[in-house]
């Protein structure tokens, strides 16, 4: 049932010679160029996708270790990969940097936390209520164009250079973009869908649940995603202020003492962290939208 | 058996629909004016009229989704609704789809056994975004169809379908319509499709009921029947088209 398949060794899929010898008035008439329909399978790469997807990384990271090796990148440049690995496997046997992630995370999971109940509760009363809307919206809207990190003098101010600024600062950057995002999901559900479920006799409560909620989902997701960066950059802001602990104290301390190669562990650990932080997101994408046929590329 | 949309329920009714009086502007123009319609319990009742004429916007008063009315309109309290979009949640697979709004928690068998009645039940757990047009379509007929209706509003339930699906659905729709016993009102731009399945053919027009043609013919009826022919084209003069 195969479309068109060239023998393996024949020097071109063109098989418009055959289709002439079809042609009731052959002779001079030539039809269409024809081409074969490649199936997917045999377009595919023999190179399993994950090989490929890692090969990048892995070249770059050889490459930085010749260039360390002959010299050309000095260690108060940057430290080899070598180094660093080394470095890494002393941070964590000593039980600084396990300690340190410890902190950030969790100063990251209270200001996701906070942030997460602040935004979706305030995009759920300005998108499920007018008056939510009009009390809600226009205030959030004013304070989203202030940029978070300029608050982070006044948040010292008023809660002092405990853990409670820091959370604070994370809080504020995750509150914006889930506010947005799930009250722009809300707003963007399918009226036609709102009145099939009007005329099926759901209560307005019903309505919320089985259809607003889950047309909104998706854009909820990719708020959390994008907050989920944000959480990260917070934390960076957040803990080079004032900060005896936690994996930008790490850093801090680092830079005093010239020292790159913890420098470069801290940006792996936050690397890796928010990769991490995106798996989760992705797994609950899957999870949750499963309804939703994507499409996944070519 | 009926309720009011907007007035108290007068308890002497014997008709499936009663409407009187209705008027609905849009931006002060009238789309509906002065509207009388009269459905019987049990009657197929098809509804034709130009593009525009406010076809949907009656089915859409009928059903109580649009309440910004004046006038009369009496619909029983059971009334169930197909458009012409399937409008299904795709969130939601397919049975629990049937089964949203029902009171209380029903099962996915109650859902399963509609779905069988329009040929759908191997597909009860697919989502609604993998279902075919016509597929879809049929699990929205099923989804009217499981409440049970006195009324069953369909606004060009078959306008989105394959010439061959369509055929399909129209005699299910007369099938299930024959086995249930509520009474229909189906907005159509098919005249062929409305004199095969409708008891009555409304024209409307001017925002008004401008024609009622009352279908005598047998069923199942033929459409190579002469007298089939006859209505079909006095139908369509009345909607402005010559067919000779
Ligand atoms: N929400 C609305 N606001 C303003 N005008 C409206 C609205 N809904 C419908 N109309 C107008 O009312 C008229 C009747 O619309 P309706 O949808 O009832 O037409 P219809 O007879 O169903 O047409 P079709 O056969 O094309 O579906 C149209 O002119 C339409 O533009
Ligand atoms: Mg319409």
């Known amino acids: 049932m195969s479309i068109s398949h060239a023998p393996p060794g024949s020097p071109s899929p063109d098989i418009s010679g055959i289709s002439k010898s079809f042609a009731p008035n052959a002779e001079g008439v030539s039809g269409p160029d024809l081409q074969p329909v490649v199936p997917v399978s045999s377009r595919r790469a023999r190179v399993p996708r994950w090989l490929r997807r890692t090969s990048g990384p892995l070249l770059l990271l050889v490459l930085w270790q010749l260039l360390s090796a002959t010299g050309v990148l000095t260690a108060d440049v940057l430290a080899s990969p070598e180094r660093i690995a080394q470095v890494g496997r002393d941070l964590i046997s000593d039980g600084s940097l396990p300690s340190a992630m410890g902190t950030s995370l969790r100063r990251v ?64 950057g995750v509150t914006f973009p889930l506010y947005l995002n799930v009250y722009a999901g809300i707003r963007g559900v399918d009226t036609q869908l709102i009145e099939a479920g009007e005329s099926l006799g759901l209560s307005r409560w019903g309505l919320v649940r089985h259809v607003v909620l889950p047309g909104a989902l998706p854009g909820a997701l990719t ?47 936050y ?25 996944t590329g070519r | 058996m009926a309720t009011d949309v907007h007035r108290p ?91 949203l709004g029902l009171p209380g928690k029903p099962e996915r068998a109650r859902a399963e056994r509609t779905l069988d009645e329009v040929g759908l039940g191997h597909r009860a757990g697919a989502w609604p975004k993998t279902l075919s047009g016509g597929e879809a379509q049929r699990a929205s007929l099923a989804r009217a169809l499981v409440r049970e209706p006195d009324l069953l509003l369909l606004d060009e339930p078959f306008g989105a379908l394959d010439a061959l699906t369509r055929i399909k659905a129209q005699h299910l729709v007369a099938e299930v319509w024959q086995r249930r016993g509520c009474a229909v009102l189906l907005v159509t731009h098919d005249v062929e499709e409305a004199v095969l399945l409708a008891d009555r053919v409304l024209v409307m027009d001017d925002g008004r009921i401008a024609h009622e043609q009352h279908v005598g013919l047998d069923r199942p009826r033929d459409i190579t029947d002469p007298r089939f022919a006859e209505l079909r084209a006095g139908l369509l003069r009345r909607l402005g088209v010559d067919t000779a």
Do not use: H
């Open chain 1, 271 to 295: 690397a890796f962290l928010g990769l991490l932080a995106d798996f989760i997101v992705r797994s609950l994408e899957r999870l949750l939208l499963q309804w939703r046929p994507t499409f």
């Open chain 2, 9 to 99: 329920v007068t308890p002497t009714v014997t008709q499936a629909v009663r409407v009187e009086g209705l008027s609905r502007t849009f931006d002060g123009r009238a789309v509906i004016d002065d509207l009388r319609l009269d459905i019987a319990p049990g009657e197929f009742v098809a509804l034709l009229g130009r593009s525009g004429c406010g076809k949907s916007t009656l089915l859409r008063i009928l059903a109580g989704l649009d309440r910004d009315i004046k006038g009369t309109a009496l619909v029983p309290r059971r009334r169930a609704v197909a458009f012409q979009a399937p409008r299904l949640m795709p969130w939601k697979k397919v049975w629990r789809n049937v089964l």
């Open chain 1, 109 to 172: 999971a209270f200001g996701l936390l906070f942030g997460t109940v602040i935004g979706t509760g305030l995009a759920l009363v300005s998108g499920l209520f007018r008056i939510g809307e009009d009390l809600v919206d226009a205030p959030v809207q004013m304070l989203r164009t202030v940029p978070f990190v300029g608050l982070i003098p006044l948040f010292i101010i008023w809660f002092g250079i405990g853990e409670a600024p820091k959370t604070a600062i994370i809080t504020l």
């Open chain 1, 223 to 269: 708020g959390l995603r994008y907050s989920l960066g944000v959480a990260w950059l917070a934390l960076v802001f957040a803990e080079q202020v004032n900060a005896d602990s936690g994996i930008g104290f790490l850093r801090v301390q680092a830079r005093e003492f010239l020292r790159t190669d913890v420098i470069v562990v801290c940006l792996i650990v």
